[in-house]
């Protein structure tokens, strides 16, 4: 026996009722294409932004790093060593950043070709244009907390013990006839280096660690030793110290041998070293919250709040951008929302690094240092996405973007006036 095709179940569906399902069902297939392209367009701006930024970031210190590889002779195995466990660090500083420029870029593109005028023709609301982008604003935000708590506090614990080590190891590849400063306030110049035995002669050491005692040394020869468990002093015999003191006097000591103290720790005993609060994974902060100490468990529970406040910051920036990169049109332009986003990133993060230098100072909580701003910023949020709903504009702001963005052009009319030579 051959069903008809409205009879379900030995119910009877009649044909506007099935219309009525598959409208409905396509709408709903619409939908999901429409917050599948959305979200895909944001994600891709995203990432592509969070790579140029860390990039451009990192690029100082990588060049820093690369001086050791060329003038130290470190091997290029350990700067890379240094550039990963660096790498975090930058990433989730510029997490925030990246996010709102790339849904800026994303959703500009969108605006510029129209694209937002045709969903908003078709009835699609901003809630519906804002519900991926939120889910993709929510993975990023729970991605970085996540690396805030484990990753970063590695890789930073790790940095720190390779960096305090190639420094000292910087000590032992001292090059002939070169001026060698691995050590901040420390100039020194050896003639000649023994290939065995580590034996140094003909050197020559400029001490400006302190400003109140500078000192120059001079001495035949002179080796690199360990004191106690990490401590490193350079021997030196043979030689004199001088030293000008005040009211234009000088002074001039010969020895036969001297220890200096090079002030360097070798780092390579992790156990040795202390760790400090920035090196520490979720559980180290809260064992450190739990302890007696009044001041170190304040330090610890400011490090948690702040690993927390900062993505959330990146959270609701993004929820912000949605409402600055939907009112960009070929009337505003792009500057509008650049403008307007590069304001608010600033004085967002000037409020929250009050907060943070606030809560050191022991003038508030670390709740309220961190979590004020972010309060404040998620109001103004949620009161400039339902004014973008409703289809407001923000005169004052579109007139301060296109007041900026018209100065190269007044610029240039300026420049090329009548009468100038």
Same mark, same amino acid.
């Given at each position: 026996?051959?069903?008809?095709?409205?009879?379900?179940?030995?119910?009877?569906?009649?044909?506007?009722?099935?219309?009525?399902?598959?409208?409905?069902?396509?709408?709903?297939?619409?939908?999901?294409?429409?917050?599948?392209?959305?979200?895909?367009?944001?994600?891709?701006?995203?990432?592509?932004?969070?790579?140029?930024?860390?990039?451009?970031?990192?690029?100082?210190?990588?060049?820093?790093?690369?001086?050791?590889?060329?003038?130290?002779?470190?091997?290029?195995?350990?700067?890379?060593?240094?550039?990963?466990?660096?790498?975090?660090?930058?990433?989730?500083?510029?997490?925030?950043?990246?996010?709102?420029?790339?849904?800026?870029?994303?959703?500009?593109?969108?605006?510029?070709?129209?694209?937002?005028?045709?969903?908003?023709?078709?009835?699609?609301?901003?809630?519906?244009?804002?519900?991926?982008?939120?889910?993709?604003?929510?993975?990023?935000?729970?991605?970085?907390?996540?690396?805030?708590?484990?990753?970063?506090?590695?890789?930073?614990?790790?940095?720190?013990?390779?960096?305090?080590?190639?420094?000292?190891?910087?000590?032992?590849?001292?090059?002939?006839?070169?001026?060698?400063?691995?050590?901040?306030?420390?100039?020194?110049?050896?003639?000649?280096?023994?290939?065995?035995?580590?034996?140094?002669?003909?050197?020559?050491?400029?001490?400006?660690?302190?400003?109140?005692?500078?000192?120059?040394?001079?001495?035949?020869?002179?080796?690199?030793?360990?004191?106690?468990?990490?401590?490193?002093?350079?021997?030196?015999?043979?030689?004199?110290?001088?030293?000008?003191?005040?009211?234009?006097?000088?002074?001039?000591?010969?020895?036969?041998?001297?220890?200096?103290?090079?002030?360097?720790?070798?780092?390579?005993?992790?156990?040795?070293?202390?760790?400090?609060?920035?090196?520490?994974?979720?559980?180290?902060?809260?064992?450190?919250?739990?302890?007696?100490?009044?001041?170190?468990?304040?330090?610890?529970? $400011?490090?948690? /709040? !702040?690993? #927390?406040?900062?993505?959330? &910051? @990146?959270?609701? +920036?993004?929820?912000?951008?949605?409402? =600055?990169?939907?009112?960009?049109?070929?009337?505003?332009?792009?500057?509008?929302?650049?403008?307007?986003?590069?304001?608010?990133?600033?004085?967002?993060?000037?409020?929250?690094?009050?907060?943070? $230098?606030?809560? /050191? !100072?022991? #003038?508030?909580?670390?709740? &309220? @240092?961190?979590? +004020?701003?972010?309060?404040?910023?998620? =109001?103004?949020?949620?009161?400039?996405?339902?004014?973008?709903?409703?289809?407001?504009?923000?005169?004052?702001?579109?007139?301060?973007?296109?007041?900026?963005?018209?100065?190269?052009?007044?610029?240039?009319?300026?420049?090329?006036?009548?009468?100038?030579?």
């Amino acid at each position: 026996m051959i069903m008809h095709p409205y009879f379900y179940s030995g119910a009877v569906t009649s044909p506007g009722i099935l219309q009525e399902k598959m409208v409905g069902y396509d709408a709903m297939i619409r939908l999901y294409r429409l917050s599948r392209y959305i979200f895909t367009e944001c994600a891709i701006s995203s990432a592509l932004v969070l790579f140029v930024l860390t990039f451009l970031i990192m690029l100082p210190r990588v060049l820093g790093l690369v001086d050791l590889w060329v003038n130290k002779g470190v091997a290029i195995g350990i700067l890379g060593d240094m550039i990963l466990w660096l790498m975090p660090q930058f990433v989730v500083s510029v997490a925030p950043m990246a996010l709102l420029i790339g849904i800026l870029l994303a959703l500009g593109r969108l605006s510029q070709d129209s694209e937002t005028v045709v969903l908003k023709a078709s009835g699609v609301s901003l809630y519906q244009i804002l519900f991926p982008i939120a889910i993709w604003v929510s993975l990023f935000t729970m991605l970085s907390i996540v690396l805030n708590m484990t990753w970063v506090p590695s890789s930073f614990h790790r940095f720190a013990i390779l960096r305090n080590a190639l420094l000292s190891s910087t000590t032992l590849a001292l090059k002939p006839q070169t001026f060698n400063q691995s050590i901040a306030g420390l100039t020194i110049y050896i003639h000649e280096k023994a290939e065995q035995g580590g034996i140094l002669y003909g050197m020559l050491i400029h001490d400006e660690r302190k400003p109140d005692e500078v000192i120059t040394l001079t001495a035949r020869s002179g080796q690199l030793q360990i004191r106690g468990s990490d401590t490193s002093v350079l021997f030196l015999q043979d030689g004199s110290r001088h030293e000008k003191l005040p009211g234009g006097r000088y002074r001039q000591l010969r020895f036969s041998s001297y220890t200096l103290d090079l002030g360097v720790s070798l780092g390579l005993k992790e156990e040795l070293r202390k760790t400090g609060y920035k090196e520490m994974d979720l559980a180290g902060l809260l064992r450190a919250i739990s302890f007696d100490v009044p001041d170190e468990a304040l330090k610890a529970t $400011a490090e948690l /709040h !702040r690993r #927390l406040a900062f993505p959330v &910051a @990146g959270f609701i +920036l993004g929820l912000f951008s949605v409402s =600055l990169g939907l009112q960009q049109s070929h009337r505003t332009g792009r500057a509008y929302g650049f403008v307007v986003a590069v304001l608010t990133l600033i004085i967002h993060f000037m409020l929250l690094s009050f907060g943070e $230098a606030a809560v /050191h !100072r022991g #003038l508030v909580s670390a709740a &309220a @240092g961190y979590w +004020l701003p972010n309060l404040l910023m998620a =109001l103004v949020t949620l009161y400039v996405t339902i004014h973008t709903a409703r289809d407001g504009s923000f005169k004052m702001l579109i007139w301060l973007a296109q007041f900026i963005s018209s100065l190269p052009q007044m610029f240039l009319r300026v420049r090329n006036a009548p009468g100038e030579t």
